[in-house]
């Protein structure tokens, strides 16, 4: 089968119930998205699927169809970062790091849908996505810098 990932097509021959966290790492070396619980609990694995914001541990190879797939590869370049990324840059947000991914792309994808969140929908829509080091005040305040950013561009 055929899957759009970051905007390159790629070729698969694995089982439809293949989840979508399995194919990008192990099929396409895709690394940036992690693996936490394997039952949507913690977020380390969050990719977006046309935008939207799903764990990729739940979510089949066979229910992806024409949808394109964006990891945290995709979401922006060394050169050129997405708001969230610069934002968790200047404000310092990993620690160990493993988590930074999905809560990049959650974030990311929350922004999209509502570009000014408050204090306690930030709280509510990321509270899917665990940090084990705690850095829950940084994720926070640079979520509110990059939506800060993205209403001035």
Not at 98 to 119: K, V, W
């Amino acid at each position: 089968m055929q899957i759009i990932v970051n905007g390159t097509a790629h070729e698969v021959d694995v089982e439809d119930d293949m989840p979508l966290l399995w194919v990008l790492r192990d099929e396409l070396g895709i690394t940036g998205v992690k693996y936490g619980c394997g039952i949507a609990q913690c977020g380390a694995c969050t990719v977006h699927l046309d935008g939207q914001a799903v764990r990729s541990c739940q979510v089949d190879i066979s229910d992806v169809g024409n949808q394109e797939v964006t990891t945290i590869e995709g979401l922006g370049t060394p050169e050129a970062l997405h708001a969230v990324q610069a934002a968790w840059i200047k404000h310092q947000v990993a620690q160990c790091g493993y988590c930074q991914s999905g809560q990049i792309m959650q974030a990311a994808s929350m922004l999209d849908l509502n570009p000014e969140p408050t204090d306690e929908e930030i709280d509510v829509i990321m509270s899917g996505n665990l940090c084990r080091c705690g850095t829950y005040p940084r994720i926070r305040e640079a979520i509110r810098s990059a939506a800060a950013t993205l209403r001035e561009a």
